[in-house]
């Protein structure tokens, strides 16, 4: 039954991922003015909302690891194994979202990149959770899950200031595809169509990953307590 | 096609090309460390 429904959610997704390709490439119209380097956008977009949403899941587990650390050891576990899947894959989705900026950034500004707010925050963002991994994989010693949390809830509260960046400050980045103003968005609902299918593809994408490395984290977890309890017992 | 045409498409299959080579990739360390994991989990299991 549980690797039916395995079967059944990686068939689903990589259904979508196929539909949210062909709606992106054959389906939505050229944009006006930036042709078609404005398709990168169907990729983009999607992938910052995705780390956006695992990095707030890493927060959850974070606060979960801290909460239940002390009266409920197997509930911490769980909430650390979170915090690390949501980090580890926000991360793979923030790098996509900072190496197609840029390219898209060079055909339509001319210019790789710029300091403006958005892009330097969203940097700061993926430089924090990077410095979380590394800090989970190279230190050692019973607080190291301790600190990782406190580090994964700082590295979180940059998430809302990427968000609002472009809303509080004059950027160069274009203006919120959601809550942006009457000027902002998608006009064109071919491309509204697209870039939603792409959303949710990236979505079913995401989570599918998310769920495999919360599962070999745990499986990395049971490990290492048998072989402390084999070390105790020797 | 113009010389823009061409590396508006480029850039976008550049794009598109290098999300998928970074998703897949992390995919398959994870599978790697996955198999691993099991492949320990085995061996310890036939040690006891």
Redesign the interface.
Known sequence: MKRLAIGLSVAVTVALMVWG?YQAIYVAPDEQTM???Q??FY??VP?AMVAFLFFAISLCGSIGFLAFRRNRPEWAQASDAWALAGAE?GV?FC??VL??GP??G??AWGIWWTWDARLTTTLVLWLIYVSYLLLRRFAAGPQMQTLAAVLGIFGALDVPIVYMSNRWWRTQHPAPVFGGGEDSGIKDPAMMHAFGWNVLAWLA?GLL?LA??Y??ER??QK?AA?NAQQALDA | MDE??I???Q??V???A??WI??LA??AW?GF??RA?KR??DS?GQRL
């Open positions: 390709f042709h078609e380097v398709r990168i990729y983009h992938s894959v793979v790098t996509v190496i197609t390219l898209w060079r055909r994408w990953i495999l490395r599962h070999v499986q990395n490990f048998q | 823009r045409a590396l508006d498409h850039f976008t550049a794009a598109y290098i999300t970074i998703q992390y995919v994870l460390k996955w994991q320990n989990q310890r």
